[in-house]
């Protein structure tokens, strides 16, 4: 409801891409035309399944049950990630991958599959475009040289082969191996591994890393808000220079998103939670991922508003420090919801939202969840006006925008999921309220006509190819070069735990933040267990605790997510890069140095 009053209002800076999947999300539309997943269940009918850079034994629990039932069932369970983590402990198969070589890894197995005749011809030649352009790339690679950077054995890697091609396998992908500089590739690599093997489409197959089932359907702006604003747009990983620019008023000196888009200046910055080249070289990423046109910053007007909504920016965004000390610059900060967050303390306004037992809502998920569910509020909150449609809807009555659809939100909500009629014509909110309600298939692509320019997979895209990046996968080289120096840095993870997936838990907890790593690599720089050590990156550093994990590879520096300022938040360390094609943040590309306290 926050983007549809803005709209009315006029337009404001908003961001593209993201902290989350996005990298991945475009692979998948490129590829398939949009991102679909199977039922959870259907891994009941696979004969493996693959758990890629993914710990649902901490993230994803009811997929986790689904794993076991499949386990004892005696489907064969492998897991791929750089940590051994809860849900490693369970597989049948686990690999070691180096961070950030998870692409090299997948290239690999495609290169053998090729190479052994273990592609499925008919399935190719009938709903696969591109496979020969794949080919010819994948013979210009060596194996021992996609081995050497992925670190998995060729015995694994042909094992791995083995467990995949004996149809139908399961993949399911996680979102961490996305967030590097050649993320939305290593998704691309793992999705054409379907594609030639002829998995896409049939029970107990698939690649599945998102489902999105509602947001092409149902109509989330039923008053054509988008009609009356015009926005601007900055990529998430900008969003420190964009604001500083902006209110230095000369931000046509440096550019920010794609010039494929046409946006408008405004006064109002609101957060609310493809310009990419790449090239056959594996170790190249074009300057070209910061540029934006500049009919991109028509007007020049600076930044004199921030309004925050259902975000913690100031805690889950990179960069803390940088983001912090440009965000104070900005006259007017507003901040919606439930705590005094990291980001609230900064705020100028700190207004109380409700919860969702305080107001009645749609709800609906592009992961694993296919169900649209009605959300009804259990009691009343302490103002009505704490709940965002109100607030939004008064604001706009004393800002004059008559144009607002001044309307109850059951009225709003019902034309929302008005579209869903057509697979339901009696479908309307008492129904939903009272009924399990999915227009999901559960095995994604069954009929094979998939939503991309061709109609077809698209092993070789033409969209990707007309902005200048690789038409078909490739691995950008990202392994770790071991240096013997005194000063060993280290790849910082920054992983989801089973207590909370962000911030919201941590609000309480007494200890500094918690690091992990393994005793080979404590050794070598000198540590024990229980140690506070700091952490320095080039722009920042925090102290914590030193918990030693031998589940964690060599020259990686484990944390969990949510970790407050007064912790030690490790996105005062994390890098503000962006991904090879859809505005990911680089996480994942944190490098530090763990320094002793004599």
Not at 150 to 169: A, Q
């Amino acid at each position: 409801i926050g983007d549809i009053f803005f709209n009315f209002y006029g337009g404001v800076s908003r961001h593209k891409g993201g902290p989350c999947w996005s990298a991945g999300m475009h692979a998948q539309k490129y590829d398939f035309g949009v991102a679909k997943s199977h039922a959870i269940e259907d891994m009941l009918n696979s004969k493996s399944i693959f758990v890629w850079g993914k710990n649902p034994a901490y993230t994803t629990i009811h997929t986790m049950q689904i794993i076991k039932k499949a386990k004892e069932k005696g489907i064969k369970i492998v897991v791929i990630d750089p940590i051994y983590t809860k849900t490693a402990q369970i597989a049948d198969k686990y690999v070691q991958v180096n961070p950030g070589t998870d692409g090299a890894l997948a290239i690999a197995m495609a290169k053998i599959i090729v190479e052994d005749k273990l592609y499925d011809e008919e399935y190719i030649n009938s709903y696969v475009i591109g496979f020969e352009e794949y080919k010819k790339y994948l013979s210009s690679l060596e194996l021992s040289f996609l081995i050497d950077e992925c670190g998995v054995k060729e015995n694994d890697i042909r094992e791995l082969v083995d467990l995949y091609t004996n149809k139908y396998s399961s993949i399911n992908v996680g979102y961490g191996l996305q967030k590097y500089k050649n993320g939305g590739n290593t998704i691309r690599a793992i999705d054409a591994l379907g594609a030639i093997t002829g998995q896409i489409g049939f029970s107990g197959g698939g690649v599945n890393y998102a489902n999105k089932v509602y947001p092409s359907v149902i109509n989330s702006d039923p008053y054509n808000s988008q009609s009356y604003g015009e926005d601007r747009e900055f990529y998430v990983s900008n969003i420190s220079k964009f604001i500083e620019e902006s209110l230095k008023n000369t931000s046509n000196k440096v550019n920010y998103a794609s010039d494929e888009l046409d946006m408008t200046s405004n006064k109002v910055n609101y957060v609310s939670d493809e310009l990419d080249i790449t090239s056959n070289k594996t170790d190249y990423i074009s300057n070209e991922l910061y540029n934006l046109s500049n009919k991109s910053i028509k007007g020049n007007i600076p930044i004199k508003m921030a309004v925050i909504t259902k975000s913690n920016m100031l805690n889950q965004l990179p960069d803390l420090v940088e983001l912090e000390r440009v965000f104070s610059k900005i006259e007017f900060k507003v901040c919606f919801d439930m705590f005094i967050t990291d980001t609230a303390t900064l705020c100028d306004m700190f207004i109380p939202c409700t919860n969702t037992l305080e107001s009645e809502d749609i709800i609906y998920s592009s992961m694993t969840n296919p169900y649209i569910t009605y959300n009804e509020r259990a009691v009343k909150p302490a103002h009505k006006l704490m709940d965002e449609y109100y607030f939004f809807m008064e604001l706009a009555k004393k800002m004059g925008l008559n144009d607002y659809p001044f309307v109850e939100k059951r009225t709003y909500l019902e034309k929302v999921i008005e579209p869903l009629k057509r697979f339901d014509k009696n479908l309307d909110i008492e129904k939903l309220k009272n009924n399990y309600f999915t227009i999901n298939n559960p095995v994604a692509w069954e009929d094979k006509k998939f939503e991309t320019p061709s109609g077809k997979y698209e092993l070789y895209s033409e969209s990707i190819k007309n902005l200048g990046i690789s038409p078909t996968p490739v691995y950008i080289s990202n392994k770790y070069k071991e240096i013997e120096d005194k000063n060993i840095s280290f790849r910082l993870l920054t992983n989801h735990h089973a207590d909370t997936l962000f911030s919201q838990h941590f609000m309480d907890k007494k200890s500094i933040a918690q690091a992990y790593i393994n005793q080979r690599m404590a050794k070598k720089v000198g540590i024990e267990d229980k140690d506070i050590v700091i952490l320095r990156s080039k722009k920042a550093k925090i102290n914590v605790q030193i918990n030693i994990d031998d589940g964690v590879g060599n020259y990686i520096v484990k944390m969990y997510v949510g970790w407050w300022k007064k912790h030690g938040n490790p996105n005062s360390l994390t890098d503000t890069g962006i991904s090879d094609f859809g505005g990911q943040v680089t996480y994942n590309e944190s490098m530090v140095e763990i320094i002793r306290q004599n």
